[in-house]
């Protein structure tokens, strides 16, 4: 869609920069800014306005964050040189935040740009890079009403799937933290159903292609099957990653009374990844992989060594 609003954008990431493109690609007047300039400059040959510092943007109509960290939309919104930084009356009117942040960080941003006359979209997306360039993403989003129905149009762009509007404040961030915490209980137990049909003499590829084709199979199992077949850790999203969104969904299970036992014995076996990945040449290194690797814990675990069966599979991605 191409509205009638300035739209700038903080963060040019694996996500970030598909999401950004969509939004060119669809005529919109977007300002850029990005940490390191050189990602932000091959979108300038779409009709981007790159621009020095975030700062540079609080002119735009509505302003959308894609960064790593809570930290990181604070500093981008407050900081030095921040796009909220030179006070009220001088800011954007609403931001919308795609990040994957807490909803107690969200609230305090939502707090301090409330004082400064703006108002904020919490808008977190489900999948990856992969899944943005496919046109298959998604959101989903809380805030003011009125401030969501201003910008749906502009995040429909970028998550065609749809966008589901759940409420006022945070409950976003809690949708957001819901996912992921199914996402990490369902590669755990693919990881474990793979490697017990592997060790019972299934080939990945044919097992993996049985589970496509069935009443279980889904866009995520789908888009993993290559990596698991072939050790592809191509990272989407890190084990790191995934670790802190088990915590959060565990803490705010306790918060609110939720007895959570099955994703409590998934974090602990996604601990016991990292305990694995001692044994690589660079544990470091191998923890900034995607997480599907947790498929060679799971192999470890049962005894099996695993090698590429080099049998190329779709991903429901391809284009």
Request: charge should be neutral.
């Amino acid at each position: 869609m191409a509205g009638k609003h300035a739209i700038g954008w903080i963060g040019l990431g694996r996500m970030g920069t598909p999401m950004a493109e969509f939004l060119l690609k669809a005529g919109n007047q977007v300002g850029l800014w990005n940490r390191t300039r050189a990602k932000a400059e091959p979108l300038a040959k779409l009709g981007a306005r790159i621009v020095d510092t975030p700062a540079a943007l609080a002119g735009s109509d509505v302003v959308f964050l894609m960064v790593s960290t809570g930290k990181d939309v604070e500093q981008v919104c407050f900081g030095k040189d921040g796009v909220a930084s030179g006070g009220r009356g001088k800011v954007p009117k609403i931001f919308v935040d795609c990040s994957s942040i807490s909803a107690e960080e969200s609230a305090a941003c939502r707090a301090r740009l409330a004082e400064l006359g703006a108002e904020l979209i919490a808008a977190p997306v489900s999948g990856n890079a992969k899944v943005v360039k496919a046109g298959r993403l998604s959101a989903v989003a809380s805030g003011p009403r009125a401030a969501y129905d201003v910008v749906a149009p502009y995040i429909r762009t970028f998550a065609p799937q749809g966008v589901s509007y759940v409420g006022e404040g945070e409950l976003s961030r809690f949708c957001k933290i819901a996912h992921n915490v199914m996402l990490g209980v369902v590669i755990q137990n693919l990881c474990e159903i793979t490697i017990l049909a592997q060790k019972a003499g299934v080939p990945r590829h044919a097992f993996l292609e049985f589970m496509n084709n069935g009443v279980m199979g889904s866009m995520f199992t789908r888009y993993k099957t290559d990596a698991l077949v072939n050790l592809d850790w191509t990272t989407t999203f890190t084990p790191e990653l995934l670790r802190k969104d088990l915590d959060l969904g565990l803490e705010a299970g306790r918060r609110l009374n939720v007895p959570m036992p099955v994703t409590a014995a998934t974090r602990e076996a996604l601990q016991a990844h990292f305990g694995a990945a001692t044994l690589q040449p660079d544990p470091k290194a191998y923890l900034e992989k995607d997480f599907a690797a947790t498929l060679e814990t799971v192999a470890l675990a049962a005894g099996i060594r695993l090698e590429p069966e080099n049998v190329p599979m779709p991903t429901g991605l391809e284009a």
